[in-house]
């Protein structure tokens, strides 16, 4: 069984930093696409940042220069250091990764919370 097990979340002011964790368990061949999304409620849920296996990266406009996403393969792990965090960061923020074993499908996180307060 495949499991996305998130941390780092918390209360932080604003022009703080937090980083963020994720890590993949079970048994599984490969993880491709790895990213971070988030979410408010009644809002859906948005791409943050995303990294591919190769290690290339797209992030959202709202985020570029003060977020960077990275991964550890040897740990199956992705990471996204948030710096100079807004009040409007505050989400729900939720691990996905590409995970395949006897196929290919897309996993989630439980979810973390981050709230910047100003």
């Known amino acids: 069984q495949v499991q996305l097990v998130e941390s780092g979340g918390g209360l932080v002011q604003a022009g703080g930093s937090l980083r963020l964790s994720c890590a993949a368990s079970?048994?599984?061949?490969?993880?491709?696409?790895m990213g971070w999304y988030r979410q408010t409620p009644g809002k859906q849920r948005d791409l943050v940042a995303r990294?591919?296996?190769?290690?290339?990266?797209n992030y959202a406009d709202s985020v570029k220069g003060r977020f960077t996403i990275s991964r550890d393969n040897a740990k199956n792990t992705v990471y996204l250091q948030m710096n100079s965090l807004k009040p409007e960061d505050t989400a729900v923020y939720y691990c996905n990764a590409q995970i395949s074993s006897s196929y290919t499908r897309n996993y989630w996180g439980q979810g973390t919370q981050v709230t910047v307060s100003s």
């Open positions: 990294i591919t296996s190769g290690g290339r990266t």
């Open positions: 079970g048994s599984f061949f490969s993880i491709n696409a």
